[in-house]
């Protein structure tokens, strides 16, 4: 079945790191450029971060550069995101997708809540 | 990276049309023919509608149809079914692997 799961939210003090993952099947995995999509509370989705197939290549949205940091394991059909400095507006579901092509995310996990709190 | 700009609310009644504008730059919805439209029920994750300004994935119906003129995309939704209640956003493409989205609509069936 091609899915991607993600995981690693939870509940995390202010200033804290968190790493996510998402874990891909039913689909070549270094083929194709992944995304992470967030989505705070009552809030729009919001881009965050996009890595090629190869893992050569990042890219950040302004709003988490120098915060976030997007990797993958191919080997193990892995992606993930290194949350640092967590802030209450970090706070969202974030979502991976499967970059089909330049600005179509066919492939959607089902989330994972970051909240940041006290 | 400025979001997109989308009507916060749009509604229809059943059998009716509705379209939501999503308005960017030319940095983005003007400068490439990139722009896809998401669907989100509540609880769900986002579902690709619409994707290079006008094209449908397998499975989509063909009352879901997409355009652009300009800094504007806009989605149309005809034959308004109660299902299609949800929120809508628009994302395009904005040069070197960045997208953007828009700031979503939610759609209201009557």
């Known amino acids: 079945e091609v899915q991607l799961v993600e995981s690693g939210g939870g509940l995390v003090q202010p200033g804290g790191s968190l790493r996510l993952s998402c874990t891909a099947s039913g689909f070549t995995f270094s083929s194709y450029a992944m995304t992470w999509v967030r989505q705070a509370p009552g809030k729009g989705l919001e881009w965050v971060s996009t890595?090629?197939?190869?893992?050569?290549?990042?890219f950040y949205a302004d709003s988490v550069k120098g915060q976030f940091t997007i990797s993958r394991d191919n080997s193990k059909n892995t992606l993930y995101l290194l949350i640092n400095s967590l802030r209450a507006e970090d706070t969202a579901i974030y979502y991976c997708?499967?970059?089909?092509?330049?600005?179509?995310?066919?492939?959607w996990g089902q989330g994972t809540l970051v909240t940041v709190s006290s | 990276q400025s979001a997109l700009t989308q009507p916060r609310s749009v509604s229809g009644s059943p059998g009716q049309s509705v379209t939501i504008s999503c308005t960017g730059t030319n940095s983005d919805v003007g400068g490439y023919n990139h722009v896809s439209w998401y669907q989100e029920h509540p609880d769900k994750a986002p579902k690709l509608i619409i994707y290079?300004?006008?094209k449908r994935p397998s499975g989509v119906p063909d009352r879901f149809s997409g355009s652009k003129s300009g800094d504007t995309a806009s989605l149309t939704i005809s034959g308004l079914q109660a299902e299609d209640e949800a929120d809508y956003y628009c994302?395009?493409?904005?040069?070197?692997?960045?997208?953007?989205f828009g700031g979503g609509t939610k759609l209201t069936v009557l």
């Open positions: 997708a499967q970059r089909l092509s330049t600005g179509r995310f066919d492939l």
């Open positions: 994302c395009s493409f904005a040069g070197s692997y960045i997208e953007v």
């Open positions: 290079d300004v006008s």
């Open positions: 890595i090629t197939g190869s893992g050569y290549t990042t």
